[in-house]
């Protein structure tokens, strides 16, 4: 069979027909080459995408500058909107991939993001601009976010199972970067005329210092148009995956779906939450520091720790990893806590940047670690219950555990993101309650020994029930 792949011609147009990444003679003459195409692509399609979901992060700090007077629940609430609107987008991007192919979603999908970057940058060029306008562009930012559960999925069905904690860390590793350079580019940008009067002239401070704040959306139109062009013209719809609703609804029947959901949660949660969540935390705690000079940072290594995670994890194990990055989480926020200021007194800013910056590094490498143990667990799941079926049958299970997989990582990725959300919005009503962000960051010890457990007990003890 292996050598029939090897000389059977695959149609390399739009839609492939026949995908058999498993098998070494197909890989390497052609599996390889296409796979490592589509990834390319997708990948700054991905970086832009988190780009325009973080944009608020950035834009928030400005906005008063200006001339706008929300209030500072209100800017709050921009910041946190899109991973809201993100997250749950997601649930819906997770089926999307093998209903409607990967090449078609990624280009119409990146080229969607051009919405809420064009309109962002006319809102902010007039301070009477209404807020619910802000609101809106902020939920429509969460199109990015949607977009990692399609990209992943689609990604996930393109690579054999010994490459996928690889191609899946790189995907999401070099995807992830967005975050941070929007949170490095949006500063530097609307410092200059970098589009002339094209787009509009500049807002004055109350200094009376020229700022361009449109460019914070306009900077990224032409890449967005780059990479939509490329997506519909250089990736591939594969049809070996496609599959019904049906066929991957299964996956909310399933325990390990829901603990997956669960773990990530813990890592690309406080990955994407810290982001959204730090250069506001930076102002309140330390009032003296420009936020945006360091916020740039943990985004940043966090996204390079989930290529080195992926990598890490197909060499060493998803399980052991994940294990090892929640205990070491916990010991990162009680560093945090022994930084902070005290009543607005003391603290020790260095400390608790290095501090939060060994908790990027920790949810990047959990990030790819997670998603390396879903694909091990259902193949895992499903070679088990078909043990006793015919070849047939198991081919059939082998294709099965690749839809859940796709599904699952898709869905945990969904539910992950809500830690954009939740994370930053702790922070403010902790500030509120208590006048200080101590009691949000001692909750988020109790759930790191959570997780800690559940992957202790379900993936990584001896006689676990999957271990990966």
Not at 403 to 422: D, H, K, L, R, T
Request: proline share 4%; aromatic share 16%.
């Amino acid at each position: 069979m292996s050598a029939q792949m090897a000389e059977r011609p695959v149609r390399v147009g739009s839609v492939i027909q026949e995908w058999h990444p498993e098998d070494a003679a197909f890989w390497a003459r052609t599996g390889n080459r296409i796979a490592n195409r589509n990834l390319a692509i997708s990948i700054p399609a991905l970086l832009l995408a988190f780009a325009i979901w973080q944009m608020f992060s950035a834009v928030t700090i400005s906005l008063p500058k200006v001339g706008f007077t929300f209030d500072t629940n209100e800017l709050f609430w921009l910041a946190a909107l899109p991973a809201l609107s993100g997250a749950t987008l997601r649930i819906f991007y997770s089926f999307v991939v093998p209903m409607f192919g990967g090449r078609r979603w990624t280009a119409i999908a990146t080229a969607s993001l051009l919405i809420p970057a064009i309109w962002l940058g006319v809102a902010v060029q007039d301070a009477s601009t209404p807020y619910w306008h802000f609101v809106a562009i902020a939920i429509l930012c969460g199109f990015g976010g949607g977009n990692f559960a399609s990209s992943m999925s689609n990604i996930s069905f393109f690579y054999p199972k010994a490459k996928q904690g690889f191609a899946l860390g790189m995907n999401a590793g070099l995807g992830n970067l967005g975050v941070s350079a929007t949170q490095f580019v949006i500063p530097l940008v609307i410092t200059m005329a970098l589009f002339g009067g094209v787009v509009g002239g500049p807002q004055l401070t109350a200094e009376g210092k020229q700022l361009f704040l449109q460019n914070a959306g306009f900077v990224w139109v032409p890449f967005l148009l780059i990479c939509a062009v490329a997506a519909w013209f250089g990736m591939h719809d594969l049809a070996a995956a496609r599959s019904s609703f049906a066929e991957q609804a299964v996956i909310f029947k399933r325990k390990h779906n829901w603990l997956m959901c669960w773990l990530y949660i813990g890592t690309f949660g406080s990955f994407i939450g810290f982001s959204a969540g730090f250069p506001m935390l930076i102002k309140t705690q330390f009032p003296d520091v420009n936020p945006m000079t360091y916020a740039f940072l943990g985004p940043l290594v966090g996204a390079l720790m989930r290529s080195v995670g992926g990598w890490l994890s197909d060499k060493l194990g998803g399980a052991l990893l994940t294990f090892w990055v929640f205990a070491l989480m916990i010991v990162g926020v009680f560093c945090v806590l022994h930084f902070l200021p005290q009543h607005g007194q003391g603290g020790n800013f260095y400390g608790f940047l290095g501090s939060f910056m060994g908790l990027f590094v920790l949810s990047g490498i959990g990030n790819a670690s997670t998603f390396r143990m879903i694909p091990v667990i259902f193949r895992t799941l499903h070679a088990r219950w078909s043990v006793n079926e015919d070849a047939e049958g198991k081919v059939a299970a082998t294709r099965q555990a690749g839809i859940e997989s796709a599904a699952v990582i898709g869905f945990s990725s969904a539910i992950g993101a809500y830690g954009g959300f939740f994370i930053p919005k702790s922070y403010g009503s902790s500030i509120a309650w208590t006048g200080g962000p101590e009691m949000a960051l001692y909750g988020f010890v109790v759930f790191y020994a959570t997780c800690l457990a559940v992957t202790w007990w379900w993936y990584f003890r001896r006689g676990a029930e999957t271990p990966c």
